[in-house]
């Protein structure tokens, strides 16, 4: 543990020596650490799907657009039919299920409003629906697969390459009372997402999935994203006044408390 | 849940604003059309959507006259998904820019 630390901590001094000024033979401040990082500060949402006041995208109630629902992938031909049923299912219960958050992998496609918290260790990802992903980039490894357990934003460890931060995810667990419900993939899921800024106000993720048992071929999705214009601060979703109530094979909304 | 292809128009007087989650809500009475006051409830989206288009808790007054354009819900209830809402002198609220953050 010792010796991977030790050349964890020589890499990110050349790394850091060539972003920063500083001499290659020490290790590098804190100030120098953080120097070195992207500037990923404010809040990011969605390219492709804006919401409106309504609670839907501006562009009508059809749906979200959602690429990780959309059916666009590759999934085995003796699947699909079974991938389509499920998937139909899903949508049905997912119109009366009270969704604790978006889990992952959905949450990247930064409907819900999300944040980065970019720092030497780790880069932390939450949205408002207060789902999190902590991304290790101190060279931890992912614990041995005996040890491993699925949980709903999986287990994530990352690496910089220059300013595009490349994360690796295993253990994605799809549980129904997350929207990761919605996509048919299985817990044996490997994800790598390459993030970065491409400009003041817009940022870029590539999303390459392999799941064989599912998938004939990698998947590879791309979202966008661009700063909130009228987000100053992150709201955090809960359920205080929850009006949906189940009606028959709907929902309709519950008469005010008051 | 929401009826999108028959939107209809709602002119009333709010009783109420929740400014909530996981929806926000606008309590609306509108007279009927025998002239009898009848309560709408009217969804919109989480605080964090509101607040991104401009609105604020303070947006919408108990007393305001609004007219709303909604998503009737589908069961025939007093109730839908608002889409757009007009102040009495005009003034459609629901964009950033016209309420700066």
Not at chain 1, 14 to 43: K, N, Y
Not at chain 1, 156 to 168: C, F, K, N, P, Q
Request: aromatic share 8%.
């Amino acid at each position: 543990m010792r010796r991977r630390k030790m050349a964890y901590g020589l890499a990110m001094a050349a790394m850091l020596c060539a972003a920063v000024s500083c001499a290659p033979d020490r290790a590098p401040t804190r100030a120098e650490q953080f120097a070195a990082l992207p500037d990923w500060s404010g809040i990011w949402t969605s390219d492709a799907t804006e919401i409106d006041i309504s609670g839907y995208p501006a562009a009508g109630m059809g749906g979200m657009g959602l690429k990780l629902i959309g059916g666009k992938a590759p999934i085995k031909p003796e699947l699909q039919a079974k991938m389509a049923a499920q998937l139909a299912a899903a949508m049905a219960a997912d119109a009366r299920r009270k969704a604790e958050g978006w889990g992952y992998p959905l949450m990247m496609e930064g409907v819900a409003p999300m944040q980065f918290l970019v720092t030497p260790e780790e880069t932390l990802i939450l949205n408002f629906y207060r789902d999190i992903r902590h991304v290790y980039t101190d060279g931890r490894q992912h614990l041995p697969e005996e040890d491993r357990w699925p949980v709903p934003w999986g287990d994530s460890m990352g690496h910089w390459e220059g300013d595009t931060l490349v994360i690796d995810t295993v253990s994605v667990q799809l549980d129904a009372i997350f929207h990761t419900l919605l996509l048919p993939l299985t817990e044996d899921a490997h994800f790598i997402e390459r993030i970065r800024r491409t400009g003041p106000d817009h940022m870029e993720v590539e999303m390459r999935i392999e799941d064989p048992a599912v998938l004939s071929a990698p998947w590879v999705v791309n979202f966008s994203y661009h700063k909130a214009k009228g987000l100053d601060r992150l709201i955090h979703n809960v359920f205080e006044n929850d009006r949906s109530v189940v009606e028959g094979d709907s929902l309709t909304i519950a008469p005010p408390k008051d | 849940m929401f009826d999108a292809a028959h939107t209809r128009s709602l002119t009333g007087t709010v009783r109420e604003f929740q400014w909530t989650n996981p929806h926000s809500y606008i309590q609306l009475v509108v007279k009927n059309d025998r002239g009898k006051d009848e309560e709408w409830s009217l969804e919109m989206g989480a605080p964090v959507y509101l607040y991104n288009q401009g609105w604020r808790r303070s947006t919408v007054k108990a007393g305001d006259r609004l007219t709303v354009t909604i998503a009737p819900l589908r069961n025939g209830d007093k109730g839908g998904l608002l889409l757009k809402a007009v102040t009495a002198d005009g003034k459609a609220l629901g964009k950033a820019a016209e309420v700066p953050p």
